[in-house]
């Protein structure tokens, strides 16, 4: 079955850091694209970047470029997004995504993570 | 970035009626390959986003026939012939073309 499972989320203060990270199984991680996509409370789904198979090719958001790094490690199976300089507008669930806008209709999502920014 | 509009952002709808959403793109969507880079999406209350629709019309793997996509280029579609109570939940069109990925504002399926 195939499955991602996000963690890492928690609360931080405005400025703060976290690390979000994905594991993955059931499929064969290394060959796919994989994706963030965030919500905030109560409003739509925001793609925040994305990382190619073998983790050399990666784009941003404007609103988080700078500030976010996507990356993988194909030998753990995991996608990982550090989220440096935290704004309180970056609060949201985040999810992993396989494959985002696949054309054989393969996406996949995990269940999301919560990132709360306070002071 | 291109731009996702949904409309309507509000659909109330009686069981075992049918339901249209459209989406529009600010650019065109379609590439030389003859494929239209819009993919709909169903997140029910409390649940992760799922694919529906890929490439304008593909229906994904076990979605009921009751749901469609037409549509190319600007203009989409997304069609339920007889609404069920289990469809309730938000829909959103997304462009697939081009980084940075956009989703279309949602809209809301809910029952009368």
């Known amino acids: 079955e195939v499955q991602v499972v996000e963690s890492g989320g928690g609360s931080a203060q405005p400025g703060g850091s976290l690390r979000l990270s994905c594991a993955a199984s059931?499929?064969?991680?290394?060959?796919?694209?994989m994706h963030w996509v965030r919500q905030a409370p109560g409003k739509g789904l925001v793609w925040v970047s994305r990382?190619?198979?073998?983790?050399?090719?990666?784009n941003y958001a404007d609103s988080v470029k700078g500030r976010f790094t996507i990356s993988r490690d194909n030998a753990k199976n995991t996608l990982y997004l550090q989220m440096n300089s935290l704004r309180v507008e970056d609060a949201a669930v985040y999810y992993c995504?396989?494959?985002?806008?696949?054309?054989?209709?393969?996406?996949?999502w995990g269940q999301g993570t919560l990132v709360t920014v306070s002071s | 970035d291109i731009v996702m509009t949904q409309s309507p952002l509000s659909l109330p709808v009686t069981p075992g009626e049918p339901a249209s959403i459209s989406c529009r793109s600010s650019?065109?969507?379609?590439?030389?390959?003859?494929?239209?880079?819009l993919h709909w999406y169903l997140q029910r209350p409390g649940q992760s986003p799922q694919v529906l629709i890929y490439?304008?019309?593909n229906r994904a793997s076990g979605v009921p026939d009751r749901f469609s996509g037409s549509g190319s280029g600007t203009d989409f579609t997304l069609k339920i012939t007889r609404v069920e109570a289990e469809d309730v939940g938000f829909y959103y069109c997304?462009?697939?073309?081009?980084?940075?990925?956009?989703f279309g504002q949602g809209t809301k399926l809910e029952i009368k």
């Open positions: 995504v396989i494959s985002l806008g696949s054309s054989r209709g393969e996406d996949s």
């Open positions: 059931g499929f064969i991680f290394s060959s796919y694209w």
């Open positions: 990382i190619n198979p073998d983790g050399s090719s990666t």
């Open positions: 650019q065109s969507l379609l590439r030389s390959n003859g494929n239209n880079y």
């Open positions: 490439l304008g019309s």
């Open positions: 997304m462009e697939a073309l081009q980084a940075p990925v956009t």
